[in-house]
C-alpha cells in the first residue's frame, strides 16, 4: 500500500511538472508580447525631430524662387537699320517692345545710345506726356531735363504708360545685345518723309504757358489746333533759346513720320545732330500726321509769342 501511494505521489509529481511547465510556456508568451512595448518607444521618439525638421525643408525652395524672379527680368537690346541710320530698341523678357531710339549715324553710335539710356534710367527722369487724342507716352530726360533721352510708345491711359516706365526699370540693366542686319516690314516703325513746297501763313501764334514752376510753348494753327508742345524748361530764357533751335530745324525740315505699335502716327523733329527735339500729336492715319506736319511748316515762321 505505502509501495502504491509512492507511486501515485511520484505521478503526481510527474503530473505537477508538466503543469509548471505549462505556467512557464505562459511565461514565455507573455515575455515576447512584452518586448514590441520598447520596440515602440523607440519608433516614436525619431517622430518628434522628424516633425521640428519639416520647417527647414519648406524653407529651402524659397530661395531658388527668388533667384528665379531676379532673373526673369531678362531682357535684351537689338540694334539694326531703319530710316537711313541705325536704332535700338529694348525689349522684355515676353517679346513687347518697350523702347524704340531715335536714328544714329552708324551702330557703334546706336551702342553708345543703349549705354547712354542705361545711365539715365537710374539718374534720369521719367516724365509722362498725354496729347489731345488722350494717348500718353512716357519720355525719359537726362538728370537736369535738357534732353529727350528715350520715349515710350504711346497708350490708352497714364496708368499703362507708368506701367510701361517700370517695365523699363526691370529690363533695361542687361548686357544682351544683338546685331539685326534687318527687320520685318510689320517692324518698320520710321521712314524718312518727303517735304513739297508750301506757302508760309502768318497768322500762327506760339503760346507760352508755365505747368508746375516751368515753362513750355505751343504752336497752334489759326483756328486753334495745337500742332506741338514743346518740352518744360526752367526758364522762359531757356525756352526761347530752344524755340530758336527749333525753327532753324523745322526750316532744314529734319521731320520724320513714325507709327507706334497700336498704329498711331505721329512725327517728330530733330535737330542737326540727331538729338530729338519735339514730338509731335498723334493721328489715326499717316496722312492726317503729314497734313499736321505741314501745318507745322506753315505757321511756324510767322507765328506771334503770346504769353
Same mark, same amino acid.
Given at each position: 500500500?505505502? *509501495?502504491?501511494r509512492?507511486?501515485?505521489?511520484?505521478?503526481?509529481?510527474?503530473?505537477?511538472? %508538466?503543469?509548471?511547465?505549462?505556467?512557464?510556456?505562459?511565461?514565455?508568451?507573455?515575455?515576447?508580447?512584452?518586448e %514590441?512595448?520598447?520596440?515602440?518607444t523607440?519608433?516614436?521618439?525619431?517622430?518628434?525631430?522628424?516633425?521640428?525638421?519639416?520647417?527647414?525643408?519648406?524653407?529651402?525652395?524659397?530661395?531658388?524662387?527668388?533667384?528665379?524672379?531676379?532673373?526673369?527680368?531678362?531682357?535684351?537690346?537689338?540694334?539694326?537699320?531703319?530710316?537711313?541710320?541705325?536704332?535700338?530698341?529694348?525689349?522684355?523678357?515676353?517679346?513687347?517692345?518697350?523702347?524704340?531710339?531715335?536714328?544714329?549715324?552708324?551702330?557703334?553710335?546706336?551702342?553708345?545710345?543703349?549705354?547712354?539710356?542705361?545711365?539715365?534710367?537710374?539718374?534720369?527722369?521719367?516724365? *509722362?506726356?498725354?496729347?489731345?487724342? #488722350?494717348?500718353?507716352?512716357?519720355?525719359?530726360?537726362?538728370?537736369?531735363?535738357?534732353?529727350?533721352?528715350?520715349?515710350?510708345?504711346?497708350?490708352?491711359s497714364?496708368?499703362?504708360?507708368?506701367?510701361?516706365?517700370?517695365?523699363?526699370?526691370?529690363?533695361?540693366?542687361?548686357?544682351?545685345?544683338?546685331?539685326l542686319?534687318?527687320?520685318?516690314?510689320?517692324?518698320?516703325r520710321e521712314?524718312?518723309?518727303?517735304?513739297?513746297?508750301?506757302?508760309?501763313?502768318?497768322?500762327?501764334?506760339?503760346?507760352?504757358?508755365?505747368?508746375?514752376?516751368?515753362?513750355? *510753348?505751343?504752336?497752334?494753327?489759326?483756328?486753334?489746333?495745337?500742332?506741338?508742345?514743346?518740352n518744360?524748361?526752367?526758364?522762359?530764357?531757356?525756352?526761347?533759346?530752344?524755340?530758336?533751335?527749333?525753327?532753324?530745324?523745322?526750316?532744314?525740315? #529734319?521731320f520724320?513720320v513714325?507709327?507706334?505699335?497700336?498704329g498711331?502716327?505721329?512725327?517728330?523733329?530733330?535737330?542737326?545732330?540727331?538729338?530729338l527735339?519735339?514730338?509731335?500729336e498723334?493721328?489715326p #492715319?499717316?496722312? #492726317?500726321?503729314?497734313?499736321?506736319?505741314?501745318?507745322?511748316?506753315? *505757321?511756324?515762321?510767322?507765328?506771334?509769342?503770346?504769353?
Open positions: 500500500m505505502c *509501495f502504491f509512492r507511486k501515485i505521489k511520484d505521478k503526481m509529481k510527474g503530473q505537477n511538472e %508538466p503543469v509548471k511547465a505549462q505556467v512557464k510556456t505562459e511565461a514565455v508568451v507573455v515575455t515576447p508580447k512584452a %514590441p512595448t520598447p520596440v515602440m523607440k519608433i516614436e521618439e525619431p517622430i518628434a525631430p522628424t516633425v521640428k525638421a519639416l520647417p527647414k525643408v519648406e524653407k529651402v525652395p524659397e530661395k531658388p524662387k527668388a533667384e528665379t524672379s531676379s532673373g526673369r527680368y531678362s531682357g535684351k537690346y537689338e540694334i539694326y537699320p531703319e530710316a537711313g541710320g541705325f536704332k535700338y530698341r529694348l525689349k522684355a523678357s515676353n517679346g513687347e517692345i518697350l523702347i524704340v531710339s531715335q536714328a544714329y549715324a552708324s551702330k557703334a553710335g546706336a551702342a553708345s545710345g543703349i549705354e547712354t539710356l542705361k545711365k539715365n534710367v537710374e539718374a534720369g527722369v521719367f516724365e *509722362f506726356y498725354t496729347d489731345k487724342s #488722350n494717348y500718353t507716352q512716357f519720355l525719359l530726360y537726362n538728370s537736369n531735363k535738357a534732353r529727350v533721352i528715350a520715349t515710350g510708345e504711346f497708350y490708352e497714364v496708368a499703362r504708360a507708368q506701367s510701361a516706365s517700370e517695365s523699363v526699370k526691370k529690363f533695361y540693366n542687361n548686357d544682351k545685345v544683338l546685331n542686319d534687318a527687320i520685318s516690314p510689320e517692324d518698320m521712314e524718312l518723309v518727303e517735304l513739297k513746297p508750301i506757302e508760309p501763313a502768318n497768322n500762327g501764334k506760339f503760346e507760352f504757358d508755365e505747368l508746375s514752376g516751368e515753362i513750355l *510753348f505751343r504752336l497752334k494753327a489759326s483756328n486753334g489746333e495745337v500742332l506741338f508742345e514743346s518744360t524748361y526752367s526758364s522762359k530764357a531757356s525756352a526761347l533759346q530752344s524755340l530758336e533751335v527749333i525753327k532753324k530745324a523745322i526750316e532744314a525740315g #529734319n520724320r513714325m507709327k507706334d505699335k497700336v498711331r502716327f505721329q512725327f517728330k523733329l530733330y535737330a542737326s545732330n540727331k538729338s527735339l519735339l514730338s509731335g498723334t493721328y #492715319n499717316e496722312e #492726317n500726321c503729314l497734313s499736321a506736319l505741314d501745318s507745322v511748316r506753315r *505757321f511756324y515762321q510767322d507765328a506771334k509769342i503770346v504769353e
